[in-house]
């Protein structure tokens, strides 16, 4: 008996279970991504680029692809697909585990002024002129241009559309992770003297909070989505152990 896994995907807890599982005889595995990145690092199993059309579409793909298992273990703040997984398994009625990494948690040093959004934190810059480490991806760095007296140095994977730069910003395009010594020479570099960052968790981008605070700098932190009610595991290792159960489950249920 073959499972069926459908991975959302597009963070390194979805790459590293999806090799996991990859490996297995008895799984075949398809990682779905939404196509924001031209060219996507290679997955284990099968990969799928582009959206389902919404939780209908979703709910669709999964019944036609006989799916026994949908595993969302998009980025924190894919509100839209999180809510779209749990309407797709309410409607079709598959199982779906969530995985998503700890938020990160203040220490002593750091200063954090945590607000609930991009248009909060832009507000947050205040009418004084400051340099600016954007650190926040490029699909919503067009809400800045409207506080246009800041410097802004963006840092992206891929080009920002230059209509959504605000006028006086340098772009940077790399991909991580970063180490704290890096994050610390970019911001004496570009002379920033505040942070904004997504509240991502993990270690591949903390070392710019790291970095923060080594340089005494604050860092408005955007905080998480409203959770979508659906339970949650935090590691790679336990949503195996999550899944072997239900795996268990369900050998036992076609058997008999």
Known sequence: MTIQILILGGTGEARRLAESLAGRGDVRVVTSLAGRTSAPQALAGEMRIGGFGGPDGLARYLQSEGIDLLIDATHPFAARMARNAAQAVAETGI???????????????????????????????????????????????????GAPQHHYVVRSVESVEPGHMPPD????????????????????????????????????????????????????????????????????????????????????????
Not at 209 to 219: D, E, N, T
Request: with cysteine; glycine share 10%; aromatic share 6%.
């Open 169 to 256: 910003a340098a772009c940077i395009l790399a991909r991580g992770p970063f180490s704290e010594g890096d994050e610390i020479a970019l911001l004496r570099q570009h002379r920033c003297d505040i942070v904004i960052a997504k509240n991502s968790g993990g270690g591949a981008t903390y070392a710019k909070i790291a970095a923060a605070r080594a340089l005494g700098l604050p860092v408005i932190m955007i905080d998480r989505p409203k959770p979508t009610g659906v339970a949650t595991v935090a590691s790679v290792e336990e949503a195996t152990r999550l899944i072997d159960r239900h795996f268990s489950g369900l050998s036992e249920k076609r058997g008999a």
């Open 95 to 145: 199982a779906l585990i969530t995985l998503m990494r700890p938020a990160w948690q203040p220490v002593a040093g750091d200063d954090w002024r945590i607000v609930a959004g991009m248009a909060e934190a832009a507000r947050m810059l205040g009418d004084r002129p400051r340099r600016v480490f954007l650190a926040i991806g490029r699909q919503e760095v067009g809400i800045f241009a």
